[in-house]
T-cell receptor
Framework: AQSVTQLDSQVPVFEEAPVELRCNYSSSVSVYLFWYVQYPNQGLQLLLKYLSGSTLVKGINGFEAEFNKSQTSFHLRKPSVHISDTAEYFCAVRNDYKLSFGAGTTVTVRA | NAGVTQTPKFRVLKTGQSMTLLCAQDMNHEYMYWYRQDPGMGLRLIHYSVGEGTTAKGEVPDGYNVSRLKKQNFLLGLESAAPSQTSVYFC?????????????FGNGTRLTVT
């Protein structure tokens, strides 16, 4: 069985400040890890994915995430956020057909 | 380049009514999924399909049925709607490349059951 825990449900942050969203996962087999973003009233869009290789993964819109196998974590970071980054962010783990999501982290960027 | 299209976008049902949500994808994906999204619970898998003519249960299948008669379409049915089924429903599709292929999502259907 696999599961995902997002450690923060809400993250308020000021514009141009850095942000980190924490994600821990558990799985008995090798997994693939993803971060998705959901803007208000929209579907989910892929931000980035970790499949293998380098543990630092870069995605769209200046986001990056680091895979840490020993800590079973896949934290998402951005060094300087914009108002447009206000959204809900989901960490997900995939094994074959099944993609399991965390509960989501709502990021609110304020001027 | 439509991707994944869901219809309808919004729907209000009375308890006991039935309806079908339609998902269509134009990317020739083998795998298709139905998720529901509820506040604080992320997305939970209702049913999925690994190919035309095949379906399987996910985490929360009770009260729902699905069909995949054509590769590009995946239907989600509610035979007798209940208030607990008030949710936002998302369809997704992907290639079956051993799990490393990301899912592509539709924009969702917001369903209210009164």
């Amino acid at each position: 069985a696999q599961s995902v825990t997002q450690l923060d449900s809400q993250v308020p942050v000021f514009e141009e400040a850095p942000v980190e969203l924490r994600c821990n996962y558990s799985s008995s087999v090798s997994v693939y890890l993803f971060w998705y973003v959901q803007y208000p009233n929209q579907g989910l869009q892929l931000l980035l994915k970790y499949l293998s290789g380098s543990t630092l993964v870069k995605g769209i819109n200046g986001f990056e995430a680091e895979f840490n196998k020993s800590q079973t974590s896949f934290h998402l970071r951005k060094p300087s956020v914009h108002i447009s980054d206000t959204a809900e962010y989901f960490c997900a783990v995939r094994n074959d057909y099944k993609l399991s999501f965390g509960a989501g982290t709502t990021v609110t960027v304020r001027a | 380049n439509a991707g994944v299209t869901q219809t309808p976008k919004f729907r209000v049902l009375k308890t006991g009514q039935s309806m079908t949500l339609l998902c269509a994808q134009d990317m020739n994906h083998e795998y298709m999924y139905w998720y529901r999204q509820d506040p604080g619970m992320g997305l939970r898998l209702i049913h999925y399909s690994v190919g035309e003519g095949t379906t399987a249960k996910g985490e929360v299948p009770d009260g729902y049925n699905v069909s995949r008669l054509k590769k590009q379409n995946f239907l989600l049915g509610l035979e007798s709607a209940a208030p607990s089924q008030t949710s936002v429903y998302f369809c997704a599709s992907s290639y079956p490349t051993g799990g490393n292929s990301p899912l592509h999502f539709g924009n969702g259907t917001r369903l209210t059951v009164t």
